[in-house]
C-alpha cells in the first residue's frame, strides 16, 4: 500500500526551487557544516524509510511492529547534539536518534540491525529477537519497555551515578562529563512516573547533586487518540524553578540542531536537569493498526503532513543550494531501495523456537561462582577501618536485625561500589535500626536518605546498576512496593530479557515485610502477600528468618548482582527483627553468632537451597519467615505428645528449594505447610504445586493466613496464622483425623 506521505514529500520536492537563502546563512542558524546537515537528512531518510520498510514487512505478514518514527525524525538533531558515549534512554519514535548516533559512533548496521528487530530475529544484536526497541550496548542506548516513562526513573539513577562512581573511585559505565538523555511523548509527560522522575531530577539538583539529566518532551499534541491540550507542555514544564527549559519546532531541523545544542550544552556545564521540548507531529498515524480517520479530521491529517519534518529539511537544503530537488529525490528513493533490499534479506532469518531460546537471559547466575564469591571476605585493612575493634564475630549472639547490619558493613567494606539508601536508612539507620551506623562508617555518598517516592529508589537503583554501582535499595514495607512495581516488574526484571543479557540491572532490594508485628499494627505495616513478587520471571526472593541465614543469604544475593547482574528481593521479617528468644523467655535461642569471614565458604547459602531443622519422622513442616518461628515453637511442644517433627525452612521462594522440598517430604511422607502468607496467591499454592509435580505421594496438609487484609490490634490474630491453628493440623495430619 502506497503511504500518502510518501507521495507528498515526492510532490513537494520536485515543486521546490529558487535560491531564497544561502548555505552561509543556514549553517550560521544550525550551527552545522552543511555536509553535517546532509549526514542529519541521510538519518531522516533512513527512518522514514524504515516505517515504510515496517508496514511493507508487516503486510507481508513478516514483520510484527509498526509504531514508527514519522514526524520525529527531528530528533537525528538531538543526537547529533550529543556524544555516542552519552547515555540515551529512548522514546519508541526514535529512529533518526538511533541512525544518526551509529552514524557518529561508525557504526554501520543500524539500519538493518532495526529491521532485525523487526522481524524479531535472533540475529537482532539488541533483543535477539525478543522485542522490537532501540537499545545498543555500543552506542549507549539502555533498551527501554513499552511501558510509557518506565525508563525516567531509571535515567535519573544513570544522570546521578556518572559522577557518583567517580566520587567513590570506582570504574562507571559512562565518561564524567556525559550527559544522560532521556525521551518521550506529551501524553506520556503526564504519566505520574514522569512526574516522579522529574521531580526526583530537581529535587538532586536542587540539593547540588550533580543531575546531567536532559529530559526531550518529543510533544506531536497527541497520544493514540486523545489530544494534549494546546500549550500544555509548556505551561507545565515551561517554568519549573530547577528545570532549564529550551523550546524548538522538532520540524525544523536547524533550529532544532541550534537549540537541542544549547541543551546539551547547558546539562553539560551545569550539570543539572533540562527539559527540551520539541514541537513535532505524528504521521501515518499511532501504528500500522491504529484507523487515525477515526478521531482526527481529514484537514488535521492534512496540516500535520504538510509540516513534515523531511520535507522541511528537504526545504532547507534546496533553498539554501546545498541539495537540489534531483539530488534529495534520489537520495530518498536510494534510501528506499537500500533499505527495501536489507528488508528482503531479514525475511526468513532464524527466530526463537524453543523456550530455552527464549529464556536462556532468565538463567540463574552459576552457583559456583556466586560460592566463590559469596566466601571472599573484604580486605582486611578495610574491615578493620569498618568494624574498628568491634568485629561483629565477637560480639556474641546477635539478632536478625543485627546481624543484617553487620552483613551490610561487610558488604560495604567488601565492594567499594555498594550504595545502601531509602527512606531514613541515613541519619536515622532505618526504621527498625538495621543500616544503623552505616552512613557513618561508610560515609554519606554510599548510605543515604532518598526523597519519600518508592518508584525513585528503585528507578535510582536501576540507574545505579547499569552504570557500575551496586545497590541494596529498601523499601521501608512491603505495601509501599506495589506503588513502584513496574520499576522492579517491568524494568528491573525485564532488562536482561529484552537485552539479550547485554544490559542487567545488579541489586538487592531490602524489603522489611510479613505480619505478627507487635508494635505497628495494621495492614500496611504487615503487609503478608508475595503473590506479585513470585511470579516475576528470574526475580531471585530471599526470605530468612534466622540471624545467621539472614547474613549468609545477603551475601549470596549481592554476589549473584556480581556475578551475572542479578536482581534479589530481600525479604525482611520484621516480626524477627529484634527477637532473642524462641521457646522462653531469657533463652537466647533466636541469636545466632556472626560467621567470620574465614568461615563464609562453609558457612554458604546457595540460591535456591532451604535448611533443615530437626530430624523427627513422624511429618515434615515446610516453612519459611515467621513460619520458622512458630513451627520450631509447635515442634517443641508435639514433642511432648510424642510427635517428631522435621522443619525445612524454605530460605528462598523463588527459586524454590524444589530438591529439599522432595527429600524432606518423603522423609516422613506426611507434609504440612506452614504459610503466613494469604491462602490464595500465597506460597503454599506454590509448594504444594512442586509436591504434586514431583509425584509425592504422601499426605499433604496447608495451613495460612486468611485472605484478608491485616486489621489493626488484636483482631489481626483474627486472621494470621496461629501456633494453635499449626498445632491442630499437625495432630491431625499425623493421627489421620483425630486430635490427640
Ligand atoms: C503505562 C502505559 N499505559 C498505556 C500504554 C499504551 N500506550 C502506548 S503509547 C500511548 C500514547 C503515548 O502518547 P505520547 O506519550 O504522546 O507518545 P506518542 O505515541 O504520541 O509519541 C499509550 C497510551 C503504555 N504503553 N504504557
Ligand atoms: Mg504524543
Not at 510 to 530: C, E, I, L, T
Not at 537 to 547: C, F, R, W
Amino acid at each position: 500500500m502506497t503511504e500518502q506521505i510518501d507521495l507528498t514529500f515526492s510532490s513537494a520536492v520536485e515543486n521546490m526551487g529558487g535560491l531564497e537563502d544561502t548555505a552561509e546563512a543556514l549553517v550560521a542558524e544550525s550551527g552545522f557544516t552543511a555536509q553535517r546537515l546532509v549526514e542529519l537528512f541521510d538519518a531522516q531518510l533512513g527512518s522514514r524509510q524504515l516505517d515504510l520498510a515496517a508496514r511493507w514487512l508487516r503486510g507481508q505478514g513478516e514483520g510484527y511492529y509498526t509504531i514508527g518514527s514519522s514526524g520525529h525524525e527531528g530528533n537525528a538533531a538531538v543526537a547529533a547534539a550529543l556524544r555516542p558515549t552519552d547515555p540515551a534512554l529512548l522514546h519508541y519514535r526514535s529512529g533518526a536518534f538511533f541512525l544518526e548516533r551509529a552514524r557518529q559512533a561508525g557504526a554501520t548496521s543500524a539500519l538493518r540491525d532495526t529491521l532485525l528487530g523487526l522481524v524479531a530475529a535472533t540475529e537482532d544484536p539488541i533483543s535477539g529477537g525478543r522485542h522490537k526497541v532501540f537499545g545498543s550496548k555500543t552506542l549507549a542506548v539502555i533498551p527501554s519497555t513499552s511501558t510509557i516513562a518506565s525508563h525516567l526513573p531509571r535515567a535519573v539513577g544513570v544522570a546521578l551515578s556518572i559522577q557518583r562512581t567517580r566520587k567513590l573511585g570506582v570504574v562507571g559505565a559512562w565518561p564524567s562529563d556525559a550527559v544522560t538523555v532521556a525521551s518521550f511523548g506529551d501524553a506520556s509527560a503526564n504519566h505520574s512516573t514522569a512526574t516522579g522522575a522529574i521531580n526526583a531530577a530537581i529535587h538532586s539538583g536542587y540539593q547540588g547533586i550533580p543531575m546531567p539529566l536532559l529530559f526531550v518532551c518529543e510533544d506531536n499534541g497527541i497520544g493514540i487518540s486523545v489530544g494534549t491540550p494546546q500549550g500544555w507542555i509548556r505551561h507545565n514544564y515551561g517554568s519549573r524553578p530547577g528545570l532549564e527549559y529550551f523550546e524548538a519546532d522538532g520540524c525544523d531541523l536547524a533550529s532544532t540542531l541550534a537549540v537541542s545544542t544549547k541543551a546539551a550544552a547547558w546539562v553539560r556545564v551545569h550539570r543539572r536537569p533540562a527539559f527540551l521540548h520539541l514541537r513535532t507531529v505524528r504521521l501515518m498515524a499511532h501504528a500500522g493498526s491504529d484507523v487515525e480517520t477515526a478521531y482526527r479530521s481529514p484537514a488535521v491529517i492534512l496540516a500535520e503532513q504538510q509540516r513534515d519534518p523531511l520535507v522541511q529539511t528537504a526545504r532547507l537544503l534546496v533553498t539554501a543550494g546545498v541539495l537540489t530537488p534531483a539530488e534529495v529525490l534520489d537520495r530518498y528513493e536510494a534510501k528506499r531501495q537500500m533499505v527495501l533490499s536489507l528488508a528482503h534479506e531479514v525475511v526468513g532469518l532464524p527466530k526463537l523456537t524453543s523456550p530455552g531460546l527464549v529464556m536462556s537471559p532468565l538463567a540463574g547466575p552459576e552457583r559456583s561462582a556466586v560460592a566463590e564469591l559469596a566466601a571472599s571476605g573484604p580486605p582486611a585493612e578495610r574491615r578493620s577501618r569498618f568494624f574498628g575493634e568491634d568485629r561483629p564475630e565477637l560480639e556474641g549472639g546477635l539478632t536478625v536485625a543485627q546481624s543484617i547490619n553487620r552483613a551490610l558493613i561487610d558488604v560495604l567494606a567488601r565492594h567499594p561500589e555498594t550504595l545502601v539508601f531509602g527512606e531514613d536508612v541515613g541519619r536515622k539507620g532505618g526504621v527498625y535500626g538495621v543500616t544503623r551506623g552505616l552512613s557513618k562508617k561508610a560515609g554519606p555518598a554510599r548510605v543515604f536518605d532518598t526523597l519519600l517516592d518508592e518508584q525513585s529508589i528503585l528507578g535510582l537503583a536501576l540507574g545505579a546498576g547499569v552504570s557500575g554501582l551496586l545497590p541494596i535499595p529498601e523499601i521501608q514495607y512491603l505495601a509501599y512496593l506495589h506503588n513502584a512495581e513496574d520499576q522492579l516488574r517491568g524494568e528491573a526484571a525485564s532488562l536482561r530479557f529484552f537485552s539479550n543479557d547485554q544490559y542487567t540491572n545488579p541489586m538487592v532490594i531490602r524489603v522489611a515485610g510479613y505480619g505478627y508485628q507487635k508494635g505497628f499494627g495494621g495492614h500496611f505495616h504487615n503487609d503478608n502477600a508475595v503473590g506479585v513478587l513470585r511470579d516475576i520471571p528470574g526475580l531471585i526472593i530471599a526470605s530468612p528468618s534466622t540471624p545467621d541465614d539472614a547474613a549468609a543469604m545477603l551475601r549470596s544475593c549481592v554476589s549473584a548482582a556480581k556475578v551475572n547482574g542479578s536482581t534479589s528481593v530481600f525479604l525482611e521479617p520484621i516480626a524477627l527483627y529484634h527477637t532473642r528468644d524462641t521457646y522462653e523467655d531469657g533463652d537466647g535461642l533466636w541469636l545466632a553468632p556472626y560467621c567470620a569471614p574465614e568461615h563464609w565458604a562453609t558457612n554458604h547459602v546457595p540460591i535456591g537451597r532451604g535448611r533443615t531443622h530437626g530430624n523427627g519422622s513422624d511429618l515434615t513442616i515446610l516453612t519459611f519467615g515467621n513460619g520458622l518461628f512458630m513451627s520450631k515453637r509447635v515442634a517443641s511442644r508435639l514433642t511432648r505428645s510424642g510427635i517428631q517433627t522435621r522443619i525445612l525452612d524454605l530460605r528462598w521462594l523463588a527459586p524454590l528449594p524444589v530438591a529439599d522440598i522432595v527429600r524432606e517430604a518423603n522423609a516422613t511422607g506426611k507434609v504440612l505447610i506452614v504459610d503466613e502468607t494469604r491462602r490464595s496467591g500465597g506460597v503454599s499454592e506454590a509448594v504444594i504445586a512442586t509436591l504434586v509435580d514431583e509425584q509425592f505421594i504422601g499426605s499433604i496438609a496447608r495451613v495460612t493466613s486468611e485472605d484478608s487484609f491485616i486489621p489493626l490490634g488484636d483482631a489481626a490474630l483474627q486472621v494470621l496464622l496461629s501456633e494453635q491453628t499449626i498445632e491442630a493440623a499437625a495432630i491431625k495430619i499425623v493421627h489421620g483425623g483425630s486430635l490427640v
